[in-house]
């Protein structure tokens, strides 16, 4: 059974809970980001009972360290910048932002199934190149619509082209 249960949407700006958009604006406006009209993909995140005899028995969760039952995860395609939003009861809502030219992106976690078992995780991407003492990573988990390869290809497409302008 999987860690998660992801189903991955494209939608309009407009159409995200507000206390989201809220917090979305907020971000961009303090980085003097224009939102305009960008594309958004959100993606819900479930995280089930654990399968395991004794997880049930201790009513624990396919990933007892996460916090919340499922969350959202938003990815925003601005001209220039991505955006993720991670929202949850319980973990709150937070926003991370990265210029496309400084970002990279894979397909995968980006770690190895031997060393994390939600690395065997069969959609989603990680993006690298947020700042700090070392470059920092983000995962993005999927589901398995259609509209989830077209994020994974719209962010890939995108950061390719901030990179190589006129190519």
């Not at 917090?23 to 305009?36: D, N, Y």
Request: with cysteine; aromatic share 6%; proline share 8%.
């Amino acid at each position: 059974m999987p860690i998660y249960l992801r189903h991955t949407q494209e939608v309009r700006l407009a159409e995200l809970p507000d206390h989201i958009r809220k917090k979305l604006t907020e971000h961009a406006e303090s980085r003097q980001i224009v939102l305009g009209n960008p594309r958004v993909w959100v993606t819900r995140s479930q995280n089930p009972p654990a399968s395991s005899a004794f997880g049930k028995l201790l009513r624990r969760r396919a990933n007892p360290v996460d916090p919340d039952e499922e969350h959202y995860t938003v990815v925003l395609l601005h001209p220039t910048q991505i955006l993720v939003v991670t929202d949850g009861a319980k973990r709150g809502t937070a926003v991370l932002s990265l210029p496309l030219a400084q970002a990279s992106v894979d397909f995968g976690t980006g770690l190895s199934a031997t060393l994390n078992p939600a690395a065997a995780e069969a959609g989603g991407f990680t993006i690298t190149g947020f700042p700090g003492e070392q470059a920092g990573s983000f995962y993005v988990g999927l589901g398995p619509e259609v509209a989830a390869v077209e994020c994974f290809s719209a962010v890939q497409s995108a950061i390719t082209a901030a990179k190589n302008p006129g190519a």
